[in-house]
């Protein structure tokens, strides 16, 4: 946990071999994170430090990796290499797996809409699904490249599904409505590897570029004037980003690097 203010560090000490992917606050303040090699979604009390470990019920969702909240604090997440997009009731405890179809799908990057309904990449494909919560069917969304790989996903007020496209250097836009799908290529180029991306109270898309031997930046997008805004440079030169989030109070983006660096962007 890091103050802003003093920038003074403290450390919560998870079990061996956890190695936790992502993490997210509930509204009472307790951190949940994904156990990636030890197969569970961990429930920290940062007053106690005392952990509460909730298990995937099938061995093969072996890697829990990004999670999101739903309405009533419920958990939707992605079991990328398992091949799985699972449901945590946070009161219960129990854990609901549903198994993407075909092999090597890899489930990435996940958010919910204003239905209430998950979003999720399907990083091992040129694929975008969405799960109906009352029935826990499936739906996917083929993109129109086959190279296309999305990794990361946010979703706009107007339930448009937004994705970066890692291999190809694209800024995507899902209309699921008709299933449309329109690109603007990324400022970076081809080689950019967009990567992190979030979305903040204005509707503008904020995501990373991992261009190797070149410093990341961060890049936004506003689909209103269908403009980028310049480029961000990270001081660090921030090797990898993977994950953003948008701050409203602050009007801040706030990103973890592969640099061993946190970073704030306080945004016009």
Avoid: C
Avoid at 46 to 62: E, L, N
Avoid at 102 to 118: A, Q, V
Avoid at 236 to 263: C, E, M
Wanted: hydrophobic content about 30%; aromatic content about 10%.
């Amino acid at each position: 946990m890091l103050d802003p203010k003093s920038g003074d560090f403290k450390r919560y000490e998870l079990s061996e071999n956890t190695n936790p992917h992502n993490l997210i606050i509930d509204r009472e303040g307790f951190i949940w994170y994904s156990g990636n090699v030890n197969a569970h979604i961990g429930k920290l009390d940062p007053k106690t430090g005392s952990i509460t470990r909730f298990p995937m019920p099938d061995p093969a969702a072996r890697d829990p990796h990004t999670l999101t909240f739903d309405r009533a604090g419920n958990i939707w997440f992605t079991v990328q290499n398992g091949g799985f997009v699972g449901h945590l009731n946070t009161k219960s405890g129990k854990v609901d797996l549903v198994k993407m179809p075909g092999t090597g799908t890899r489930p990435y990057g996940i958010m919910m809409n204003s239905k209430d309904h998950p979003w999720f990449n399907l990083f091992g494909t040129n694929k975008i699904g969405t799960i109906d919560p009352k029935t826990m069917q499936l739906k996917e969304y083929t993109l129109p490249d086959e190279r296309a790989r999305g990794r990361r996903i946010a979703v706009t007020s107007d339930d448009i599904v937004w994705y970066v496209d890692y291999t190809r250097g694209y800024l995507g836009r899902l209309d699921p409505a008709t299933g449309k799908v329109d690109e603007v290529a990324s400022p970076g180029g081809p080689n950019s590897l967009p990567y992190a991306l979030t979305v903040d109270d204005k509707d503008r898309l904020w995501y990373s570029e991992n261009t190797p031997n070149k410093p990341n930046r961060i890049v936004g997008y506003d689909p209103r004037s269908r403009s980028f805004a310049p480029g961000i440079d990270i001081p660090s030169g921030g090797q990898t980003v993977r994950h953003v989030i948008y701050h409203k109070p602050t009007r801040s983006l706030w990103f973890g690097t592969d640099a061993n660096t946190l970073a704030r962007v306080t945004l016009p």
